[in-house]
């Protein structure tokens, strides 16, 4: 494990070439790609979120699409289409810009919700299927998807379904006045990106994603896992909880959070870390919360303060 460790410290100091001040968040993204998640980062414009999208790809060294989602767009420009080829009186499958390691999804809140349910077999299953016909998508596969908070005019809510396929959820928020002042200073004369280098390349990264699937849970920490998320279905301020899916989510993520810290094991400690980005995303407050103005982070909080801990990993 120590290899993928030193994969995991090489693209977050990579990543931070660019993005300043948010180790934090950089650090789930990360962990999302080793978890092999898709990740969505909401937040208001102009905060570094297509940067960070497209820094990841650069340091990978891997192929690279980015899809601008407006109210217009059709689901066959997501998944590509198929045309019937005069010369050689065949069909042929053009494929489209989801065909590639990672696809940055720029403002998915602005497509129509048939658009995007055209990304629900992509994110679920690494395929799409077009006229009946099955095409395989590039591994390593992931969806970085930005959104614009649903307060913005032109927004179409993310249907449950599709916010379930999302590993983790993401913000960046403002830089602080430092951090904002050095990203002036770093781009006075170019942008870091363009002199951004590959740390790493698809076979190391495939091989790292497999790796973290060995990481040691014990039963304890499952049965935490579990009685964590089936407990945001019993909440009396929430209308729709976190399914199993959610489950397998924080499972997957808190393994590579063990190897992130050096340990071939997971602690509660890493459960604990990543319940409100693997989670918060995936419950619908009822409306005594939202009458509170409680957010479903707020909730997760309350529920990680009272459920008790697992004594022994």
Not at 91 to 111: K, Q, S, T, Y
Not at 124 to 150: I, R, S, Y
Not at 225 to 240: A, E, F, G, N, S
Not at 278 to 291: C, D, E, Q, S, W
């Amino acid at each position: 494990m120590e290899s993928v460790q030193e994969l995991m410290d090489r693209l977050l100091t990579n990543l931070q070439r660019v993005i300043v001040g948010k180790s934090q968040a950089l650090e789930l993204v990360v962990i999302d790609l080793l978890a092999q998640g898709h990740v969505l980062i909401e937040d208001v414009p102009g905060v570094g979120k297509t940067v960070l999208a497209r820094s990841l790809a650069r340091s990978i060294g891997c192929s690279f699409n980015r899809i601008q989602f407006t109210p217009d767009m059709l689901p066959g420009d997501l998944t590509g289409v198929t045309v019937f080829n005069q010369l050689t009186r065949s069909f042929e499958f053009h494929p489209g810009p989801l065909f590639a390691h990672i696809v940055l999804a720029d403002e998915i809140n602005r497509a129509t919700p048939k658009t995007q349910a055209a990304l629900l077999e992509a994110m679920a299953e690494a395929q799409v299927t077009v006229d009946g016909v099955t095409h395989p998508l590039p591994q390593p596969f992931m969806v970085l998807a930005t959104q614009n908070p649903l307060e913005y005019e032109g927004t179409f809510a993310l249907p449950e379904g599709q916010l379930d396929r999302f590993l983790l959820r993401v913000t960046l928020g403002y830089p602080e006045r430092e951090d904002e002042i050095e990203v002036l200073r770093q781009q006075k004369l170019r942008h870091p990106l363009e002199d951004l280098q590959p740390v790493t390349g698809v076979e190391e990264l495939l091989a790292a994603q497999e790796a973290v699937r060995q990481v040691y849970v014990s039963p304890a920490v499952e049965q935490y896992i579990v009685d964590l998320t089936r407990q945001t279905r019993h909440l009396p301020d929430v209308l729709l909880g976190a399914g199993p899916r959610g489950s397998l989510a924080l499972y997957r993520a808190a393994q590579v959070r063990a190897v992130r810290y050096g340990r071939d094991h997971v602690l509660p400690d890493d459960v604990k870390a990543l319940a409100i980005p693997v989670l918060a995303h995936r419950i619908i407050p009822g409306p005594g919360a939202r009458f509170r103005s409680q957010s479903t982070t707020d909730i997760l909080q309350e529920l990680l303060s009272r459920l008790p801990v697992p004594v022994s990993a």
